[in-house]
Structures are given as C-alpha cells and as structure tokens.
C-alpha cells in the first residue's frame, strides 16, 4: 500500500488557503451581514437577519434584483440561442472553420472594461435626428433608447455581454455535436429517420449536459455581473444590479453590514443552482 | 448504347437534386456565418476608425465613418496615460500566472494521481471556489489584507488572484494528469522513485501543454480583472482596467483616446489568443468542468 500523506502535505497549503479565503471570508461576510455594523468604525452587534430583511423595504434594492432577473434571463437565453445556432451552422463541417470559431470567440480574450468603452458609444440613446450608434443602422421603427429606456434597459445591457459570451457557448456546443458518433446518426438515417428525427432523437440527447454545463457557466455570470456595467453606465441608477449596489453600499455609503448582506444574497443565489450542479458532477464522476 | 445513356440519366437525377440541395444548404449556413462575422466586428471597427480620428472627427455622429484625416495623435496620448497600469498588470499578471501553474500542477498531481482519503471532497470543495461570487468575500478580504499588512499594493493582488485562481488551475491540471497511464508512475515507484521524485522526472516532463493552458488562463484572468482590483488596490498600484475604466469614464478624455486606451488595454491578451488560441480554448472548455 502506497502512503497518501505525502499527498496531502503536497496539497494542504492550497486546502488551508481555499479554507481560509473562500469558506472562512464567506462565514465572515454572513457574520458581517447579520450585525448593525452601519459605519466604519463601530463594532457591530448581532442581529440576526434584520439586514436580510429590511433591504427589501429599499427601492433600490427592488430595482436591482428586477435589473438582475431581466439580465440573467435575457443574457442567458441569447447567448444560449446565440451559441447554438453558431455551432448548428458549423457542425457539419463548413470551410473556414478555424477562422470562423476564432472570430465568434476572440471577444472573450477581452474585458468587459475595454469593450465597454465602445458598446457604450454604440448604444447610444438618441433616436430619430438624432439617432447615432447602433440606432443609427435602424430602421425609426426599431430604434430605442437601449440601456437607458426605463423598462426594458436591462435587456440592452445583455446585448454585449451575449457578444462577448456566445462563441464560447458556441465551442461547447461544437464540441458536444462531434461528440455524436456518426454511426449512429448514420444508421438513424438508414432507418429511415429524417434529418430532423435524427436530430430530435439522437443529437439533442447528447447534447443535455453541454447545455447544463453552459446554463451553469452563464447563469453565475450573469447574477454577479459587475465590469460590463461599470464601464457601459457605471453607478447610475437605471442599470443598478446587486453588485453594483454593494460596491456603492461599501465604498460610498461606508455601510459594511449593508454591503456584506448584498453579497451575501449574490452568493444563494449563485449557490441556489451551482451546489446541486457540483454534487451531480461528483457523483457522476464517482460512478465511472 | 442508348439504354447506357437512360441509364445514366435516371441514376444521376436523383444524384444531383441531392448535391443541389446540399449545395444551397451549405451556402445558406456560409452566408449567415458571414453575416454573423460582421455582426461580431463591428464593435472592432468602431473601435479601431475612431482610434485614428483627429479630435473634430471622433463623435458618434460619425462612428461608422472611416477617418478623413488618420493620426496616431490619440494612440500617443493614450499610451501616456495608460503606461502606468500596463506595468503594474505586468508586475501582477506575469508572477501571479507563474505562481497559480506550480500551485495548479502539485494540487492536480496528487488529486490525480497520488490520492489521499476524501480527495474527493477536497477536490469538489474546490470547485466551488471556481463558482463563488467574489463579491461574497470582498468585504472580509478587504479587512484580512489590512491586517496582514499586504492591502493597497500589488503583491496583496497577487495573492488574492493566486488564492481564488487555486481552484480552476488544479481542475485543468488534474484533467491532465488523469490521462497519464497509471503503469507509467508504477514503473518508476518499483524503481525506487517517491512521490516527488516521480513528479519530477516523470510527469513534470509532459506537463507543457497544461503548463500552457494554465498560464494563458490565468494570465488573461489576472489582465482582465476589474472587481479584485477596484477594491483592493490603491492609486498608484492601479492595473491597466481600473485606470482605463477612470480613461473612459471621465468627460474630458476625448472619445479617439478612450478608443485607443481601449485597445491598448486590450492588446496583450488579444496577441495570446491569436497566437496560442489552441491552449486558450482548452481553458475554456476546462471551466466547464468536462473530463
């Protein structure tokens, strides 16, 4: 028999640092929420979920969470949609591949902080006359006043980040498509299946937890989304998110409590759908 | 002769019908790819015309105009004011990359292939670190680099990217290392060799290419971040987003200079995708945990 201390004496700086910075700091900042720790210099007493609660009497705290939802639907629908029909288009093989994939994903190289500058320009509120950017290329019917309409801002706010996320939605679906194996498409279709029955049947199967795994990826994007609207709208209050709600809560309102009871909201919320998604991947891993 | 030629004929109609359609089909997805390309550009484009605008042509009433007058004027300017933070993100992407690869490759070895009771656990506890909002421990990390004395600077940066970055490069590693043949470490533990040892002169070896993915990840992480680094760091230790995001968002930067700052924050990580765009997209497909 093999010794295995060697192994974790190997690995235990990282298990202390990740025990310390990820599960220590989230115990931290849940203490942290549930004090009156409202400046920076007191101490804080507990209590309780008060914080938890009395945000939702906030209107801003209304408005952000709805921002979010708006986002994260409209984001991860459309970089969904996006992606797969990229991967659609190219599974079967199409000459300039490689240029085409490297085009649809080089977005991802960048950050959301150079790209902002432009997408800002682009997006541009004015309309009619004065219509410029994007709006510019559209027909009057179509145009609108992108991140900075009261309703529906926050689906603007998605377009750049399905931009930046879609080619690599796209290379997961490539990839889960080459994963079919052609001899089972081909003797569907000797069965007399249609390309469509064949795609129904046989490829939209193997396709599940490539989808699974990119909801997981974009959905904890979007519910934290920070960089994209810093640079497009920075704080104002139209694209207000939970992120940017704490960083104002932290570094101009001076309110540590407040600050660390939004995050801790961002954190279930993200965990609401990640943990079951971590457990199932390590069982699945177990069972091969 | 002529039953030749109806013969032919009736074995080629159906044939070409097919390949017609197969043709116009491929032409179609052809055309909507294009289609999509320019879509994809545009932003580029915008970016680029009016980084070699002269002041009076840079207003997006003329985004989609390409320049009357080109300069580099606004590139110069740019450059000025964006030297001090693509230094500092030298000092912090360059170190902390290389730190995160030696942090990455002995995690990954061991959870692959020299494990412990509950690895398992340890591994998927790990995993979560991938998925945490940071801005779940923001505040508290705030506090803990203040005490240790490492808040404000460029080194209490590094760790904080090395620390969060342990749980994405330990899962490519491990991916890694999980191909390489068990019988192949056997050998080389009946000839006498310890776990070091056999990472040394046996794996160690063929580790490049996740060598490569890791570094190209982590550096683009690290280049790339804004949140980490408007939180934790002071003026002076500012990296290139945080001092480009200060660019764009000030009124008087004219647009041709924030365009050209823009690209200029850009250009390091867009040089690696072009050159190394093979071990960038097996990060990527990394970060969802296949394999």
Known sequence: MRRWWPGLLLVSPSIVAIAVFVYGLLGWNFKVAMTDQHDEISQGHFVGLENFTGIWDQERWGISVRHAVVFTVV???????????L????????????????????????????TGVVWRWLMNSGTGERAVGLNRLLPDFLQWHWFRDPGWGMAAMAVPAIWQMS??????????????????????????????????????PYLRPVTLAALIILGHISLKVFDLIVAVS???????????????????????????????????????FVVPYLIWNARRRDGR | MAADVILKARHAAPVTSERRRALVGRGVRLTLLLLFVVLFLIPIYVLLVTSFKPLSEADPGQAWNLPQQWTTEAWRVAWE?????????????????????????????????????????????????????????????VQLMVNLGVYGGIPGLVLAHVVYGIPICTLIFRNYYVTIPDELLE??????????????????????????????WQFTSLWNDFLFAVFLTAPTSWPTTVMLNNIAGAQTVPYSQQMAAAILASLPTMLIYILLGRFFMRGLMAGALKG
Request: charged letters at 15%.
């Open chain 2, 187 to 216: 050998a080389s533990r009946v000839d006498g060799a310890g776990m070091l040892r056999t990472l040394w002169s046996i794996v160690l070896p063929v580790s490049g290419p996740a060598f490569a993915v890791v570094i190209i």
């Open chain 1, 75 to 85: 984001f991860v629908v459309g970089a969904l949609v996006l992606g797969w029909f």
């Open chain 2, 81 to 141: 004011k964006l030297e001090p933070g693509l230094v500092n993100s030298v000092l912090l992407a360059v170190p902390g990359s290389l730190i995160s690869a030696v942090l990455g490759a002995l995690n990954g070895y061991v959870l692959a292939k020299w494990r412990f009771p509950g690895a398992d656990l340890v591994f998927t506890l790990f995993l979560f670190g991938m998925f945490v909002p940071y801005q779940g421990v923001m505040i508290p990390l």
């Open chain 1, 234 to 272: 920075g704080k104002q209050i139209i694209t207000d998110v939970p992120a940017i709600f704490m960083w104002n809560a932290v570094f101009d309102s001076h309110d540590p409590a407040k600050g660390a009871t939004i995050a801790a909201y961002i954190v279930i919320s993200v965990c609401v």
């Open chain 1, 167 to 204: 080619g690599y939605v796209m290379a997961l679906f490539l990839a889960g498509f080459r994963g079919v194996p052609e001899e089972l498409r081909e003797s569907a279709r000797v069965d007399g299946c249609t390309e469509w029955q064949v795609y129904r049947h046989i490829v939209l």
């Open chain 1, 87 to 114: 991967a659609f288009l190219m599974e079967k093989g199409i000459r300039g591949e490689g240029g085409f994939r490297a085009i649809y994903l080089f977005p991802m190289a960048v950050s959301f902080i150079a």
